[in-house]
């Protein structure tokens, strides 16, 4: 097989990882709509008190619609410096994969409680699993990223690669934090994920040569 061919055949298995991924993304991020409700009122002045005391429903679905997008975000961005694929690459998209899907439920369990009894616990689910969702971008980046696979476009040093695992490295640290925090305050432990979310959307700068 010639090298055109054979670039041809690795951008054509790298396209369907991400084509299958998009789906995916799509699907989560849908259902969280699902968690607002349509309140049932006889009057308007009522209408408005429930649409009111609905804020948890609408701060957990901007949270986490948030966090599904940027996710898709940085999924891209890792994709567009892998090149090719192989079996553990596959499993640890999965993972990943995994882990966006369950999003619309810990959103539902914060929609629900935050503010309420329980709210500690539905913060702590939350939050928890934002840090299994940032454990499991580490390990499919920090697989990808190996030198010694040569999954990648660019060498490992390329400053791409290093400002994205700079950008990633104390992501579980704060996405740890977060979980703390929701045992002492739900709510600011849920604005920290939202604004861990805002930081991953800003393209990562490569860290400064010595």
């Known amino acids: 097989m010639s090298d055109a061919n054979l670039s041809?055949?690795?951008e054509k298995e790298?396209?369907?990882?991400?084509?299958f991924s998009d789906g995916v993304y799509a699907i989560a991020i849908t259902l969280l709509v699902l968690e607002l409700k349509v309140p049932h009122s006889p009057s308007g002045a009522l209408l408005r008190s429930a649409l009111v005391e609905q804020w948890p429903s609408y701060v957990a679905f901007l949270v986490s619609f948030l966090t599904i997008g940027i996710m898709w975000i940085n999924h891209h961005r890792l994709f567009t410096l892998i090149r090719r694929s192989d079996d553990g690459l596959l499993?640890?998209?999965g993972l990943q994969l995994l882990t966006v899907t369950v999003v619309p439920f810990p959103t539902a369990l914060v929609a629900a409680y935050i503010g309420h009894d329980g709210g500690r616990l539905a913060a702590a689910i939350y939050t928890g699993w934002s840090l299994v969702i940032?454990?499991?971008y580490n390990l499919l980046w920090r697989y990808a990223a190996s030198p010694s696979r040569r999954l990648l476009r660019v060498p490992p040093d390329d400053p791409s690669v290093l400002s994205i695992q700079a950008q990633y490295r104390f992501g579980p640290l704060f996405y740890g934090v977060a979980f703390a925090l929701a045992f002492v305050s739900p709510e600011l432990a849920i604005g920290l994920c939202g604004a861990l979310a805002i930081y991953y959307a800003i393209p990562p700068k490569a860290p400064p040569k010595r």
């Open 8 to 10: 041809s055949q690795t």
């Open 14 to 19: 790298t396209g369907r990882i991400e084509a």
């Open 91 to 93: 499993v640890l998209n």
């Open 134 to 136: 940032g454990a499991a």
